[in-house]
């Protein structure tokens, strides 16, 4: 790589921390030193994106909860930084329309926009302007898996032609609106539970119109496509690249695998291509988003045909995870990360979600339930070839950014799934003391040295902090009141 061809996602993870000045709206560096280590880093009013009084109101009410003022600070800048510098708001074809991008990058993906909003949704049935919000994110969700439901990313533009400049070049169906076109199943399921919490938040029927419905049955379609009992699918994805995870072998088709009812997925949740196609998290996933949507079917439009379908597959996936997707290693089992339906067997956990140690977050399981214990224990240790163990912190991982890069969203996730208290503590701790200053959640930091840190302006990694302090709030109050 020359400077010549540097992407600007290239050049942030070059210059590292000393990106946010430049990354992230309203923030300097100044702001570090110590006199003022705790200045409020969020942009000036006047240049926020997006304004809701319920948040404004929900930063004070849980700040005012918690005992430590650099953990109080963390939040303010964190929660609500999606709001602030990654929401556009705008009318599509006479109705609301909501853009988000990802921070540092200017594109949508379908996970990345629902998962930042998500922490809201609690706020939705008091605050007009944040019901607007979700109408038009919903709604631009629909449209673009109309565009193209094997697609991650998506353009402001729906009929921008001009991709990604990594994407430029693929050798897959490019179209119209499109981004970056690596399928990943997870795609599909976060606009499910985004418009499922949105529904049960608020009751709104406003967004579910004949464009969603439609949507929704290409989702099922694409799902029962990819369980490819009848050959490989339409999809296919190469890209010429140094980097093996991010291209598809086999012509773009993926590594074999046995049509035994799971659903292939040719990409992780961090854009990282699968090593065996049956992606067991993203699975997990699937049966409890089409078991949201069939209720959704049944509530809002009465097709009860739809509903079934949704929950046959459901079924069947449950079912062929149970036969295909768990490990026995020294008298106990516990989750594979990815198998092929031969009988080979993959054991790792990411820190994207879904990932095994989310599986709870999710809804999958219970957060006690004893084979997620297990799995929990052994992705958390030296039988996950992605957990790191520094200086700094321990955590999860993954290829994405490489060896002892830690992400800060495994820490989140492990406080979000844990009922204890002493855990979740020791998460917070890791969490203060590696944001390198700057106040904000990063995509992943050293081992030993929380100032090497990749993506200073990652909004999904703020509002999950953001998620995971008002939750605490809720439920572990005595954790966040003591300094």
């Known amino acids: 790589m020359t400077f010549d061809t540097l992407t600007r996602r290239d050049l942030l993870k070059l210059i590292g921390g000393s990106a946010a000045a430049l990354a992230m709206p309203g923030l300097a560096l100044a702001a570090t030193a110590p006199a003022a280590r705790f200045t409020c880093h969020r942009p000036p ?24 003022p650099e953990l109080a600070w963390m939040f303010g800048n964190c929660y609500p930084n999606t709001l602030d510098t990654t929401v556009q708001m705008d009318t599509l074809h006479g109705k609301p329309d909501t853009f988000v991008i990802t921070g540092d990058i200017d594109a949508m993906w379908l996970r990345d926009s629902s998962a930042q909003v998500w922490p809201y949704l609690p706020l939705a049935a008091k605050d007009e302007s944040l019901r607007r919000l979700y109408r038009g994110l919903i709604r631009r969700q629909a449209l673009c898996i109309a565009i193209d439901p094997y697609a991650n990313a998506f353009l402001p533009d729906p009929r921008g ?33 985004i418009a499922h919490g949105y529904w049960k938040a608020t009751g709104d029927r406003a967004p579910f119109d004949d464009d969603w419905r439609g949507a929704m049955h290409l989702v099922l379609a694409t799902f029962r496509a990819q369980q490819r009992k009848h050959g490989p699918g339409p999809y296919h994805f190469q890209r010429a690249s140094a980097v093996p995870t991010d291209t598809v072998p086999l012509g773009g088709y993926g590594n074999p695998a046995k049509p035994v009812g799971l659903i292939w997925s040719m990409f992780r949740p961090s854009d990282d291509a699968c090593i065996y196609p049956l992606f067991v998290p993203a699975n997990a996933y699937a049966v409890v988003s089409l078991r949201q949507l069939a209720e959704m079917s049944r509530a809002l439009h009465g097709d009860a045909a739809f509903a079934v379908d949704c929950e046959a597959l459901a079924s069947e996936v449950q ?44 809804g999958f399981c219970a957060r006690d339930d004893a084979r997620y214990q297990r799995t929990r224990a052994r992705a958390w240790g030296g039988r996950n070839p992605y957990f790191f163990r520094g200086k700094a912190a321990e955590g999860i991982g993954g290829p994405h950014e490489g060896l002892r890069m830690i992400w800060p969203m495994s820490l989140m996730v492990r406080a979000l799934t844990s009922d204890d208290a002493g855990e979740i503590r020791q998460c917070l701790h890791w969490l203060k003391t590696t944001h390198a200053g700057t106040g904000f959640m990063h995509e992943a930091f050293d081992q030993d040295d929380p100032a090497h840190f990749t993506r200073p302006w990652f909004a999904w990694a703020n509002s999950l902090f953001g998620e995971l302090i008002v939750q605490l709030a809720a439920r572990r109050p005595a954790v966040l009141h003591q300094p």
Request: hydrophobic content about 40%; proline content about 4%; charged content about 25%.
């Open 161 to 193: 032609k001009t991709t990604l400049e990594w994407a430029q070049h693929d050798l897959t169906d490019m179209k119209p609106g499109v981004a970056e076109r690596k399928w990943e199943i997870d795609s599909l399921c976060w606009p499910i539970r």
């Open 319 to 362: 079912t062929a995870l149970e036969q295909h997707a768990v490990m026995h290693e020294g008298g106990e089992d516990f989750w594979a990360y990815e198998v092929d339906g031969y009988g080979n067997q993959l054991f790792m956990d990411d820190a994207n979600v879904p990932s095994l140690l989310s599986l709870p977050y999710l």
């Open 45 to 68: 009013v006047a240049k926020r994106k997006f304004s809701s009084a319920a948040v404004e109101a929900e930063i004070a009410r849980v700040q005012a909860k918690i005992g430590d």
